[in-house]
């Protein structure tokens, strides 16, 4: 009797031992707990609503555009010039200055900007991004995309990096970093527009294929730097459309790959090495769609074809429509030009042409304005400049039919020594003192040699019959 009794009291200890567990995990551990999980959840509302409505979220955690903004932002403003032009018809702004900007594109001082920018200037400066000041030659220029490049003495400059201009696209953010209104190192943002628009700036005389972005850019932009998010070049800043003279809302920016070869031309011959395939080419309307048969409105369509140039020798005919070039889509003359302005006489270009509905491939050579392959370069700098005239190498064609070296006259400056010496352009130099002459450097050299004292010089016109010498005093 006495062990159930010893029994129950333990059952009943055991029993009474777990009810008070329970009510002191009940009372004190869990109520504890709860109260800690509520003090943490306070907690953490109270930061989160610090960050949110503070500004510390965007200083810890700023979005990914932005923050490249930043970085691209930094990266241009190092890399774009102002440029300030003694000059007439050269880009006036509201002070009345002939000014615009300019890119560094290499370390030791070469210069891109808008050739309108410098078109006819006595003298120009540059000021880089940390205000040195610095005299500027134009090293060479090409009014047929608007482009020019100068030099400047100095080195270990900050530049900006070629991009892929083909690469970007419609709603890619990009950046303009110029000098508007005198406003040095101005940077504005905006989206990629359009591609390949053609507003007819150079009056059908050059190449358009711009970049249409609403970045703003205003008077003084031109010759700036369109570039992407990483700070690469993918255009040059050259053109409003406004019915006010000041930004509306487009903006317009030649291709970085057109700017990368016309900048590579000047730097190495002088002058551009534009290549030519040899045929006129018209844009597809609904009519010309509908007369052709085209199952859409797009390419370009082949008007006509050069005897004896690079497309008839491929195979090129009327009324074909070139749809690609070099895998590159050609919907219409803008983006056409584009493609070939980047390439030189002597590329081979791959076109995809439709032709009676039927897609082949032909390839072709680009030629110069020749008609031949080479590459030819003019040289109009130093002692050049001076007597005025532009000279050049002839061609292995010229070599071959004319039989003979020397040098070549290609433009002669109005009032200058050379052309009151009565000589003109197209003349074929031969022999300087009687002394032969095989090629430019070597007609610059005698020339430098020379300074001060009378020349003579002998040299034929290729279809006037007869020899034509001249006399002049080269410049001390």
């Not at 190495?268 to 309307?285: C, K």
């Not at 040098?407 to 400056?413: D, F, G, M, T």
Request: glycine share 8%; proline share 3%.
């Amino acid at each position: 009797m006495n062990i159930k009794k010893e029994g129950f009291k333990l059952i009943l200890i055991n029993v009474i031992f777990t009810i008070s567990c329970l009510c002191l995990y009940h009372f004190v551990f869990l109520q504890e707990s709860q109260l800690t999980e509520r003090v943490s959840n306070t907690a953490k509302q109270v930061v989160e609503s610090d960050l949110l409505l503070s500004a510390k979220l965007q200083a810890a955690y700023r979005s990914a555009e932005p923050g490249s903004f930043i970085q691209a932002a930094e990266k241009g403003r190092r890399g774009v010039v102002f440029i300030k032009c003694d000059a007439e018809g050269a880009e006036k702004d509201i002070f009345g200055m002939n000014t615009g900007s300019g890119v560094v594109i290499s370390l030791n001082g070469h210069i891109i900007t808008n050739y309108h920018v410098v078109k006819g200037a006595q003298k120009i400066s540059v000021t880089l991004n940390d205000n040195r000041v610095f005299d500027a030659d134009i090293l060479g220029s090409d009014p047929n995309t608007d482009l020019a490049i100068l030099k400047i003495n100095a080195e270990n400059l900050d530049f900006l990096t070629f991009g892929n201009s083909d690469s970007i696209h419609i709603g890619e953010w990009v950046l303009a970093v110029g000098n508007p209104f005198k406003l040095q190192s101005t940077v504005t943002a905006g989206i990629v527009s359009a591609k390949a628009r053609n507003i007819n700036l150079l009056e059908n005389q050059g190449i358009e294929s711009f970049i249409q972005t609403d970045a703003a850019i205003n008077p003084g932009n031109s010759g700036g730097a369109l570039i992407n998010t990483q700070g690469d070049l993918v255009g040059i800043c050259t053109a409003i459309q406004s019915n006010t003279g000041k930004y509306e809302g487009f903006s317009f920016a030649i291709p970085s790959n057109l700017v990368r070869k016309v900048a590579a031309d000047i730097q190495e011959f002088g002058v551009v090495q534009r290549g030519w395939l040899g045929v006129d080419i018209e844009n597809i309307d609904n009519d010309l769609a509908s007369k052709l048969g085209l199952p859409f409105v797009s390419g370009v369509y082949i008007a006509s074809v050069s005897k004896d140039g690079g497309a008839q020798d491929a195979g090129v005919k009327k009324d074909d429509v070139v749809l690609m070039v070099n895998e590159n889509q050609t919907q219409n003359i803008s983006e056409f030009m584009e493609t070939i302005g980047t390439l030189r006489p002597g590329d081979d270009v791959l076109l995809k042409i439709l032709r009676s509905n039927k897609e082949i491939f032909i390839k072709a050579k680009l030629r110069n304005q020749l008609n031949t392959t080479d590459l030819i370069g003019t040289y109009d700098h130093g002692i050049l400049k001076e007597i005025g005239v532009e000279i050049r190498n002839p061609d292995s064609y010229e070599r071959s039919i004319l039989s003979s070296d020397g040098v070549v006259i290609v433009s002669v400056k109005i009032g200058s020594v050379i052309d009151k010496s009565k000589m003109e352009a197209g003349y074929f130099i031969t022999k300087v003192n009687h002394k032969e002459i095989k090629s430019a450097s070597e007609f610059i050299e005698i020339l430098d040699l020379y300074r001060g004292k009378t020349i003579f010089i002998e040299g034929f016109y290729p279809k006037i019959p007869g020899d034509y010498p001249y006399t002049f005093q080269v410049p001390k």
